[in-house]
C-alpha cells in the first residue's frame, strides 16, 4: 500500500469557501493526518508530492452512469427521445464484448481524469465480466447494478422475469461485491417503472435489503412515461408509486426525479431516498428541470451524476455542477440557490452517502483517502487565487484538476493518467468507436 505526503496544499472549506494551507499524510488508503506542518520523521518512506497553490477537494462521486455509453456520445444527437431509446438498445446490441471493455474503459479513465473517484453505474449483464475487469484496470471505485426491466416500454426492451432478474443479482452480488479490495460494491437497477413491474421493484427491492445493498433507479424523467405510470396504478404520480411499494428509503437512490409533485418531494424528504441531478442529459434530452432547489430547502441528500454520455455527452462533473446550478438559478429567479458550496458537497459528500459511505467524500483524518488536487496556475480561464473554490465550478472545468487518489493511490499526476498510456487508448477507442460507427449506419 502506498504511503504520500502531500506538501502545502490549499484545503478548501466547502462551508465557507475558504482555504487552508496544510499537509496531508496518506498512510493505509486514508487521511492518516492533517496538520499545517507534518515532520518528514513523521512521513517516512512516503512519496512526497509538492502540491504548493494547488487547491485539495475531495474526489468527485458521480451518483449515475451508464459508462459503456462513452462508445456513443455522436449517433444519438439531437433526436426525439422514444427514437432515443429504441436507438440506444439497438446499438447496444451490435456492440461486442471488446467494445464494452474498452467504452467502460475510456469512461472510468476519462472520469479520473476529471476527478472523479467513484461511479454509480448501471450497466449491463450480458458483459459484465469485461465491464468490471475494466473497472477493477482502472481502478476506480464503483458500486455495480444492472439494468432490469420486464415492461415493454417500446419494442426493444429487454423482458425478463423475476425469477431471473433475481438469479443475474445473485451472480453480479457474488462478482460485484467487495471486489477489487472493497473498491466494487453491487447494487440492484430496474430501469424505472415505465419499464418495471411493480412485483419486480420489490422483489429487488426486498434482496437489496437482504443483502444490505442500494437500490439504484430512474425517476419520473420523461413526462409522458411518468403520466403512464401514475394512471396505470391510479396514483398521482412515479413517486407516489415508489412509495406505496415500499421501495423509498435511505438506500435507494433515484436519477434526475423531474416530474415530480411538491407532495412527492415531500414524500422523499420524510423516506431519506437520494435524488440525483442530472442537468446535461435533462436538458439535451429535453426531459425537464427538476425542483433540485426546492429538495435542497426540505433538507433532501441531492446527489449528482454525469449519466451517460449518450445522453450527456460528457464524464465532467465539474460542468455537471456547473450546469445544475445555473439552472436552479435560472428557473427560481433566485442567484443564492445551488450556490458553489452546496453544488461541491453534492458532488462529493452527498453521493457518497447516497451510496453507504460515512467515511468517504470528506478530506478528514481517518476518512478514505479519495482526493483531488486542483492546479489552476497554468490556464488563463481561471486566474484569481482567492475565488478557487467558485471559480472552478463557475469558469473552470475537469481539465484544472492535476492529482487524483483513489484511495490512497496515486491514479492521476500533472493531469496525466498514471496507470495506462492515455495516447495508446485513445488510439485503440478511436478505431473501435469508428468501426462501431459503420455498423451503426448500416443498421
Ligand atoms: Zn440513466
Not at 59 to 66: K, L, P, S
Not at 156 to 174: H, V
Not at 248 to 261: E, G, M, R, V
Request: negative net charge; proline residues 3%.
Amino acid at each position: 500500500m502506498s504511503k504520500f505526503l502531500v506538501r502545502n496544499c490549499d484545503l478548501g472549506n466547502l462551508d465557507d469557501l475558504s482555504v487552508k494551507r496544510v499537509d496531508i499524510l496518506i498512510e493505509n488508503s486514508r487521511f492518516a493526518k492533517i496538520a499545517e506542518r507534518i515532520d518528514a520523521r513523521e512521513a517516512y518512506g512516503a512519496t512526497v508530492i509538492d502540491a504548493h497553490g494547488m487547491l485539495a477537494l475531495p474526489g468527485f462521486t458521480d451518483t449515475h452512469t451508464h459508462m459503456y455509453q462513452t462508445f456513443i456520445k455522436g449517433p444519438l444527437d439531437d433526436i426525439p427521445i422514444t427514437d432515443w431509446l429504441i436507438k440506444l438498445f439497438r446499438i447496444e446490441d451490435i456492440m461486442d464484448e471488446e467494445d464494452y471493455y474498452y467504452a467502460t474503459l475510456l469512461a472510468s479513465l476519462s472520469s479520473l481524469r476529471f476527478g472523479t473517484t467513484t461511479v454509480n453505474e448501471m450497466g449491463s449483464f450480458e458483459y459484465l465480466d469485461p465491464i468490471i475487469q475494466a473497472f477493477e484496470d482502472a481502478g476506480i471505485r464503483v458500486t455495480y447494478g444492472t439494468s432490469t426491466t420486464d415492461v415493454a416500454e417500446n419494442p426493444e426492451t429487454p423482458i425478463m422475469s423475476i425469477d431471473e432478474a433475481l438469479r443475474r443479482s445473485e451472480i453480479l452480488y457474488s462478482k460485484v461485491h467487495g471486489r477489487n479490495n472493497g473498491l466494487m460494491k453491487a447494487s440492484v437497477a430496474p430501469a424505472g417503472l415505465p419499464a418495471v413491474s411493480r412485483e419486480m421493484a420489490q422483489a429487488l427491492k426486498k434482496f437489496a435489503n437482504a443483502k444490505g445493498i442500494v437500490y439504484h433507479t430512474h425517476l419520473g424523467e420523461g413526462k409522458m412515461e411518468t403520466q403512464n405510470v401514475a394512471d396505470k396504478y391510479g396514483l398521482n404520480g412515479e413517486c407516489e408509486a415508489l412509495y406505496e411499494f415500499g421501495i423509498l428509503d435511505k438506500n435507494t437512490l433515484l436519477a434526475h426525479s423531474i416530474w415530480l409533485s411538491d407532495h412527492e418531494i415531500d414524500l422523499i424528504a420524510q423516506s431519506g431516498a437520494n435524488p440525483v441531478h442530472c442537468p446535461n442529459t435533462n436538458m439535451k434530452i429535453s426531459d425537464g428541470i427538476p425542483k433540485i432547489a426546492q429538495m435542497l430547502q426540505k433538507g433532501i441528500n441531492v446527489a449528482m451524476g454525469c449519466d451517460g454520455e449518450a445522453s450527456s455527452s460528457t464524464r465532467d462533473m465539474v460542468r455537471e455542477g456547473r450546469a445544475g446550478s445555473y439552472l436552479q438559478k435560472a428557473i427560481t429567479l433566485d442567484p443564492t440557490v445551488m450556490d458553489a458550496g452546496t453544488t461541491f458537497k453534492m458532488m462529493t459528500v452527498n453521493g457518497a452517502r447516497a451510496l453507504g459511505y460515512d467515511d468517504l467524500g470528506v478530506i478528514r483524518e481517518g476518512n478514505q483517502a479519495d482526493m483531488i488536487l486542483v492546479n489552476m496556475e497554468d490556464d488563463l480561464a481561471v486566474v484569481d487565487n482567492d475565488h478557487r473554490i467558485g471559480n472552478l465550478l463557475y469558469a473552470g472545468d475537469g481539465h484544472n484538476i492535476d492529482t487524483v487518489f483513489v484511495r490512497g493511490e496515486l491514479k492521476v499526476r500533472n493531469k496525466k493518467i498514471q496507470c495506462f498510456d492515455e495516447q495508446q487508448i485513445i488510439d485503440i477507442c478511436q478505431r473501435r468507436i469508428h468501426n462501431l460507427n459503420e455498423r451503426i449506419r448500416k443498421m
